[in-house]
């Protein structure tokens, strides 16, 4: 079975702080993660995958199979990324589990 | 490009009725999945399709809840009869590849209260 769990429901920080959004997961095969955001009144969409390893909106995140862990950071926050985070793992057939979310809010 | 449509967007039935919804991926894109989203919770996957075929339907209640994608493009999901536990929003997605590397994007998702 394969599950993700974000023990954050909400996390506040302020402007120009670091941020770290963390997830863990539990997979048997090879995963792939990835972190989806939803920010308010439009769709879920894709914010990063493990596999592109790049930087998006100044966003990172780092596989670490040994602690099971993909922990979504960003060193300055800013307010527009308020917003939820879904982190994903998506096993060897493509099925995409999804974490519970957490909401960050960003004040000024 | 025009992106996964959904409808209708909000539904408000009572309990033992019956609800549908539509579901139009991208353009292209084989693999179609329909996840279920509770308040306060993450997606949870109810089915995915490949084309027109059944990948996973581990997770769907298949004793009130059908699901079909004739043709490989559009998909209805189906709820009969329907229970309070089932108001949620039910997000659509569909994907190019289908496998570990395929991004998912997301409708809108049709919001369903059963009172």
């Known amino acids: 079975a394969q599950r993700v769990t974000q023990p954050e429901k909400l996390l506040s920080v302020f402007k120009g702080a670091p941020v770290e959004l963390k997830c863990n997961y539990s997979y048997s095969g090879s995963p792939e993660l990835f972190w989806y955001v939803q920010y308010s009144r439009q769709r879920l969409q894709l914010l990063l995958r493990?596999?592109s390893r790049e930087s998006i909106k100044g966003f990172t995140a780092d596989l670490n199979k040994g602690e099971t862990s993909f922990h979504l950071k960003k060193p300055f926050a800013q307010e527009e990324d308020s917003a939820m985070y879904y982190c994903a793992l998506a096993s060897n057939a493509g099925k995409s589990t999804f974490g519970d979310g957490t909401t960050l809010t960003v004040k000024p | 490009e025009a992106g996964v449509a959904q409808s209708p967007r909000y539904k408000i039935i009572e309990k033992r009725q019956s609800v549908a919804f539509w579901c139009n991926p991208i353009s292209g894109h084989a693999t179609l999945y329909w996840y279920q989203q509770i308040l306060g919770q993450g997606p949870k996957l109810l089915i995915q399709?490949?084309?027109?075929?059944?990948?996973?339907d581990s997770q769907l209640p298949k004793d009130r809840f059908s699901a079909e994608r004739l043709k490989g493009v559009d998909s209805t999901l189906k709820i009969q009869p329907a229970k309070l536990e089932d108001s949620a929003v039910y997000l659509c997605?569909?994907?190019?590849?289908?496998?570990?590397?395929?991004?998912?994007?997301f409708g809108e998702g049709s919001r369903l209260t059963v009172l």
């Open positions: 493990h596999i």
């Open positions: 997605a569909s994907s190019l590849a289908g496998g570990q590397t395929g991004e998912l994007f």
């Open positions: 399709f490949q084309n027109n075929g059944v990948v996973d």
